[in-house]
């Protein structure tokens, strides 16, 4: 068996800093280049015909037509089919009118999310479908429940100037595909700044950290760390990953901490965003781990205002 200083003199001299598949790379090159040559393509056809809907439609049944146009948008493959999933969820009459709603039947019919592939096909199959999707992607931004919903970093993605191949339209798009990590990353945007602004408004004491006997860090605790009268998680996912039922699971772990040394004390969650409500049976353990739960929904912070408010009024009673 090799010694330390021998494995390490491996690894280091040896290091290939990159890895790359020769093979890989020549399909690749390929698949941008088709991709590449197909966008010129529509470029072509909308500065001859003009852009309509009728022409975008056509356009995202060719083979990878909705892959093109979401790079031309810079929307993620996870970020259009999480839109999908929304629109069909809230049921909305604007939004349905928009996308032909009853030409999703087949679509729906799928149990969960639906995928980015079936997606594909079924636009390519359907043509009232495509129109469908050509209307979201040229009109998307002027519906008030998507304006309602999405962060505004989002819905500009959703400039029809993009699709008119606008050079400033067109490097909005690469400014925002740069900035998404640091947009994603910051504090600012975090949903917890809503919970702490509201005990911070009502006067209410809090921290964060760890207490005795809990096995990790925890995201709020009220009102100190030697007096925890309540504690609360937050998980706001918008995207989804197998992480999540580790999540779920690490805190029925906590709540079994919690419990064990602070019977009196409130568990609460804040779960939230389309991630928890594509993964069903994860939702469905992470809630059992929290007393109550609650979302970042206008209604559902008056609630949980309401709540804090009776539990400090009744400790100091």
């Not at 999908?84 to 009118?97: G, H, M, R, S």
């Amino acid at each position: 068996m090799k010694n330390k200083s021998k494995k390490l003199q491996i690894v280091n001299e040896y290091n290939t800093f990159y890895f790359h598949d020769e093979t890989f790379e020549e399909e690749w090159e390929s698949y941008v280049s088709s991709m590449l040559q197909s966008l010129l393509l529509l470029k072509n056809d909308v500065e001859t015909y003009g852009l309509s809907e009728k022409l975008l439609a056509k356009y995202l049944q060719t083979e990878n037509g909705l892959d093109c146009i979401l790079a031309l948008l810079g929307i993620s493959q996870e970020g259009f089919t999480r839109l999908i999933t929304f629109l069909l969820t809230i049921n909305d009459k604007e939004a349905n009118k928009l996308i032909n709603r009853s030409s999703w039947k087949n679509l729906e019919k799928s149990e969960g999310e639906i995928g980015f592939k079936l997606l594909k096909l079924e636009i390519q199959k359907n043509s009232k479908l495509s129109i469908g999707v050509a209307n979201l992607l040229m009109r998307g931004a002027t519906l008030s429940v998507i304006r309602n919903a999405l962060p505004l970093f989002e819905i500009k993605k959703f400039d029809i100037s993009k699709l008119n191949f606008k050079t400033e339209a067109l490097l909005d798009t690469i400014i925002r595909y740069k900035t998404k990590g640091q947009y994603t990353a910051s504090a600012k945007n975090n949903p917890e700044n809503l919970i702490r602004k509201l005990l911070e408004r009502n006067g209410i004491n809090f921290t964060s950290g760890k207490i005795k006997g809990v096995r990790r860090n925890l995201d709020f605790i009220i009102p100190s760390k030697e007096n925890p009268m309540v504690i609360i998680e937050s998980s706001y996912e918008v995207t989804t990953s197998s992480a999540m039922g580790d999540k779920a699971k690490t805190e029925i772990e906590v709540r079994n901490d919690i419990k064990k040394i602070y019977p009196e004390t409130y568990f609460i969650g804040f779960v939230d965003g389309i991630g928890w409500y594509v993964r069903k049976s994860d939702l469905e353990k992470i809630v059992q781990a929290f007393d109550d739960v609650f979302t970042f929904h206008k209604i559902q912070l008056q609630r949980f205002e309401k709540f804090i408010k009776e539990v400090v009024r009744n400790e100091t009673n």
